[in-house]
C-alpha cells in the first residue's frame, strides 16, 4: 500500500514536471512568433520610411502632425487615388486567385455562411 502511494506521487511529480516543461515550450514558441513578427512590422516600418524619405526628402523639417496632415491630403487627391485604383487592378491581374478551403472555425462549430 505504501509502495503505491510512493509510485503515484513519482508518477504525479512526474506529470507535473513534463507539463511545466510543456508550458515552458509553448511560452518561448509565442515569444518567438511575437518576436518574428515585430521583426517584421519594424522592417515594414523602416521601408515606409525609406520611401517617404525617397520621395519628400523634407519631411524631417517636419514633426508628425504637420506629416500627418500632408499625407492624409495627398492621398485623397484625384491623381493619387486614381494611381492606388491603377494598382490593385494590376495587383489583382498579376495574382493568381487562391483556391478557396471551407472554413475551419465555421464547420467546428456548426455554422454555415
Known amino acids: 500500500m505504501i509502495e503505491s502511494k510512493n509510485d503515484t506521487s513519482k508518477n504525479l511529480e512526474k506529470a507535473l514536471q513534463a507539463l511545466k516543461q510543456a508550458q515552458q515550450r509553448v511560452a518561448n514558441e509565442k515569444k518567438k512568433q511575437n518576436e518574428k513578427k515585430r521583426k517584421a512590422e519594424n522592417h515594414h516600418k523602416y521601408v515606409m520610411g525609406g520611401i517617404i524619405v525617397k520621395y519628400f526628402p523634407d519631411c524631417y523639417s517636419y514633426d508628425e502632425g504637420e506629416l500627418n496632415r500632408i499625407l492624409s491630403v495627398a492621398l ?37 455562411e
Open 76 to 112: 485623397q487627391t484625384k491623381e493619387c487615388q486614381q494611381i492606388i485604383s491603377k494598382i490593385k487592378t494590376e495587383s489583382r491581374e498579376t495574382t493568381p486567385p487562391q483556391p478557396t478551403l471551407p472554413n475551419a472555425e465555421n464547420e467546428s462549430e456548426g455554422g454555415t
